[in-house]
């Protein structure tokens, strides 16, 4: 039994082959730890396409001096699907709002949806005053919001969400936007 006792102190009390198994160790961690900071640049990058997206959404509707329709509608949505490069659905809803200072409320005149999403009524947007920016009486302004399904690369942590952008512009070039179903 001593002779078993004395290799098994020997081998207790030997140091080469500790940076092996400290690479073993910790090299698993390293990945992943790797990996995460990967998927959460991925992930803000992500967040702002979305938003970039957006602002220039609204800034192509917001410069239209004629009425959109549901073709152009159909191509702000195939654009902001291009500039996000995304994999997940996209939805999208442009909305005009204007504001009745009378009442101190807000009103829709339409709104219109792309995706799973419903449009907003006058209803919904009522008492947006922490949404909607501070307006003079029956000043319109063009809402459009977007979502898309975002999952990580990687599962390291993060879950698969739905990454929604809010952007709001008056109208450069007339009055208001205007629909038109034809």
Known sequence: MRPILSALKGFLRREDGTIALETMIMMPLIFWAYLSMYSIFDTYRMYNLNQTATYTIGD???RETQAIDPDYLRGMQELFEYMTRGTGETA???????????????YTDWSQVRGWISPLNSGD?????????VMPNNERVTLVETWLDFEPKFKTGLEQREIHNF???RPRYAPRTSWSDS
């Open 167 to 169: 952007a709001f512009t």
């Open 60 to 62: 192509a509707i917001s």
């Open 92 to 106: 999208i809803r442009v909305t005009s709002i204007w504001f009745d200072a009378d009442e101190n409320r807000y």
């Open 125 to 133: 947007v009522r008492n947006w005053h922490h949404k909607l920016p």
